[in-house]
């Protein structure tokens, strides 16, 4: 399975983005999922993860309460609702599938999608 992701683009500090992940075919239903974000200069860091079926949805420290994971396994398709942003969520964000090490590793990797947000 291949992973694309989408949505990004450059907002203002306190407004709203959705990602999405659109997955290439339906083995992606079985895999649990998650998105990743990268800033200049930095590592690669964890954002959310949720399970095969939708559930146990978990969250960064430095998302939760402002971001929120969903999933469509009827679409192969995965969200990131993106509320109240702030600068330092600026990076450029990866959709991954089929965790070796839940939040930590993953198999499959999409493209990113760059989100700028702007004070």
């Not at 430095?62 to 969520?89: A, C, H």
């Not at 600026?90 to 990797?109: E, F, G």
């Not at 999409?110 to 947000?117: A, L, M, N, P």
């Amino acid at each position: 399975v291949q992973l694309q992701a989408s949505g990004g683009g450059l907002v203002q500090a306190g407004g709203s983005l959705k990602l999405a992940c659109a997955a290439s075919d339906g083995t992606f239903r079985g895999y649990a999922a998650a998105w990743f974000r990268q800033a200049p200069g930095k590592d690669r860091e964890f954002v959310a993860h949720i399970n095969w079926d939708g559930g146990m949805p978990y969250y960064a420290s430095s998302v939760k309460g402002r971001f929120t994971i969903s999933r469509d396994n009827g679409k192969d398709m995965m969200y990131l609702q993106m509320n109240t942003l702030k600068p330092e969520d600026t990076a450029v964000y990866y959709c991954a599938a089929d965790a070796t090490k839940r939040y930590v590793q993953y198999k499959i990797w999409g493209q990113g999608t760059q989100v700028t947000v702007s004070s």
